[in-house]
């Protein structure tokens, strides 16, 4: 069974740094596109930052230049970098996972941050 889990969510100042991981278990194949995405409270879940196999990346314009996706593909791992953070950015944030038309989810972790 695919499974997601994702940790490094927190409380953080206004202008600090958070670093989620999210590790795939469970699959014999190597996941082509992970992404994450987040939900604020009232919002709809969004898409903040994607990385395709290859290197592809794609990110929310509020996050660009602050915000850095990266993966290790040997072990199904991907990382998100959030720098510079800004009250806006508190949600729960979703690590999600797809391949061959296949879509797995991680069970959030919380980003708050204060101003």
């Known amino acids: 069974q695919v499974q997601l889990v994702e940790s490094g969510g927190g409380l953080v100042q206004a202008g600090g740094s958070l670093g989620l991981s999210c590790v795939a278990s469970g699959m014999t194949f190597t996941i082509d596109v992970f992404a994450w995405f987040r939900q604020a409270p009232g919002a709809q879940r969004e898409l903040v930052a994607q990385i395709v196999t290859g290197g592809s990346e794609y990110y929310l314009d509020s996050v660009k230049g602050r915000f850095t996706i990266s993966r290790d593909i040997a072990k199904n791992t991907v990382f998100l970098q959030m720098n510079s953070l800004k009250a806006e950015d508190t949600a729960v944030y979703y690590c999600?996972?797809?391949?061959?038309?296949?879509?797995?989810w991680g069970q959030g972790t919380q980003v708050t941050v204060a101003s």
């Open positions: 999600h996972a797809s391949k061959w038309g296949h879509e797995f």
